[in-house]
């Protein structure tokens, strides 16, 4: 059993099913999140490059601050538009 910690801060816990992962990313829209810290852009860039590789197509989208969630319409365009996503979080 995996067990998930949510960071939020929620006075009762979600339950959320897990997601299955893809078989292969070749021709899949991956989102990378920036969350505006600090290097997390060059990680990302990093990512970025891997990701091509594999045949994913890149979408790239940023916080407007690390210090609160992503506005309702980042999110919204986020999970129209790509198959997955990864957030970066880097100082």
Not at 2 to 26: C, F, H, W, Y
Not at 38 to 66: C, H, Q
């Amino acid at each position: 059993m995996t067990t998930i910690l949510d960071p939020s801060d929620e006075t009762a816990i979600a339950q959320r099913e897990r997601v299955g992962r893809p078989e292969s990313l070749n021709g899949l829209t991956v989102g990378l999140l920036d969350i505006s810290k600090p290097r997390g852009n060059v990680f990302l860039d990093r990512v970025e490059e891997k990701l091509s590789a594999l045949g994913a197509s890149v979408k790239r989208y940023s916080k407007p601050t690390f210090a609160k969630p992503a506005p309702v319409d980042l999110r919204h365009e986020i999970a129209t538009s790509c198959d997955a996503v990864i957030e970066a979080l880097a100082d």
